[in-house]
């Protein structure tokens, strides 16, 4: 079973502060992983992606991935109002004799960074 | 960039008619192309994956005679919710791809059967 966890939150910082958004996965097969930010009533925005051990940094955001611990985080420096969202942790996962694989999402953590 | 679009934004219907959604990559081909739904406070579901010229794989559980999917060319898929009643209003998206992994969604279209 192909499972994604995050903490529902919500997730409350106030401006300024590093939010930090924390993700589980259960199939060791998982290859890629993404973070989506979605306002509330609109289609998730892609923020970063990572598929290698380690940190990626881009902006304010750096996502970490530890395969051996099978998690996957999200930083956000200096968060702003605007961050406020809820973020969807993501695991590609291609199905075995597949070349295509298919996006598993959590549940997504809402954030709220308040002025 | 990678931007994908969907038309129409919105739409209401009557029950037991058509609708018809489009969804298009703008600025690259997609390989693959994927369609969702998601209920209001609830994740994203997975409905089908399509790729250009073949028929599309549908999850368990999704109607495939009710939700006919055709990926017409490497820019565009249409997703058709045949006899649409009540409880298939949704927020529907999708997603392209063009490396069959990272997925960009449109802004998907809200519909709402009366």
């Known amino acids: 079973q192909k499972e994604v966890e995050q903490n529902s939150g919500p997730l409350s910082v106030p401006e300024g502060a590093i939010a930090s958004l924390n993700c589980t996965y259960s199939d060791r097969g998982s290859q890629s992983f993404f973070w989506y930010r979605q306002y509330s009533g609109k289609s998730p925005e892609l923020i970063m992606f990572i598929y290698s051990n380690g940190d990626k940094e881009d902006g304010r955001f750096t996502a970490q991935l530890n395969k051996a611990s099978q998690y996957v985080s999200l930083l956000i420096r200096d968060s702003q109002p605007s961050d406020s969202a809820t973020y969807l942790c993501a695991v590609n996962i291609r199905d075995r004799g597949s070349t295509l694989g298919r996006l598993y999402f959590g549940r997504g953590t809402q954030l709220t960074v308040w002025p | ?114």
């Open chain 2, 1 to 114: 960039g990678a931007v994908v679009s969907q038309h129409p934004s919105w739409v209401i219907c009557k029950s037991g008619t058509s609708v018809k959604i489009e969804c298009r990559s703008l600025d690259f081909q997609a390989t693959t192309m994927f369609w969702y739904r998601q209920f209001p406070k609830q994740s994203l579901m997975l409905m089908a994956t399509s790729n250009e010229g073949s028929k599309a794989t549908y999850e368990q559980g999704v109607e495939k005679d009710k939700f006919l999917i055709n990926h017409a060319s490497l820019t565009l898929s249409t997703l058709t919710v045949t006899s649409a009643h009540p409880e298939d209003s949704s927020f529907y998206i999708c997603s392209a791809s063009r490396d069959g992994e990272t997925q960009y969604f449109g802004p998907g279209t809200r519909l709402l059967v009366l």
